[in-house]
């Protein structure tokens, strides 16, 4: 299970929703995926504290850059992180789509 769907079977949850439920043709945890992929895309980029705080273990790799480059480093992991998240949702919500077509 990759972590956009966990994310929306935990928003299914918190929402008093049986994640399994299949009485709309595909679990009821997908219908929170558009939800999840707002939240990633929000969180695309790091706040300013983020990046300190990830500079700071940046910095061990390139101790003769600057704090600013430091945090610029550290932020591009960030975003890294978030594109590749972020691919593997479109994948998720591809996969739903396609299976909730094949149920009709």
């Known amino acids: 299970m990759n972590l956009i769907e966990k994310a929306a079977r ?3 949850h918190a929402d008093d929703h ?5 009485s ?3 679990p009821r945890w997908t219908t929170y995926l558009p ?8 969180l695309h ?3 300013q504290v983020m990046k300190e705080a990830g500079s700071e273990i940046i910095r061990h790799v390139g101790a003769e850059k600057s704090d600013i480059g430091h945090q ?4 591009n992991v960030w975003r ?3 594109d590749t ?3 593997d949702g479109r994948h998720a919500v591809a996969a739903t789509t396609t299976v909730s077509r094949s149920r009709i």
């Open 10 to 12: 935990s928003v299914c």
């Open 18 to 22: 049986d994640a399994e439920d299949m």
């Open 24 to 26: 709309s043709g595909a």
């Open 35 to 42: 939800q999840v992929m707002t939240v990633v895309d929000a």
């Open 45 to 47: 980029e790091p706040s």
């Open 72 to 75: 610029s480093d550290a932020a």
């Open 80 to 82: 890294f992180m978030m």
């Open 85 to 87: 998240l972020h691919q």
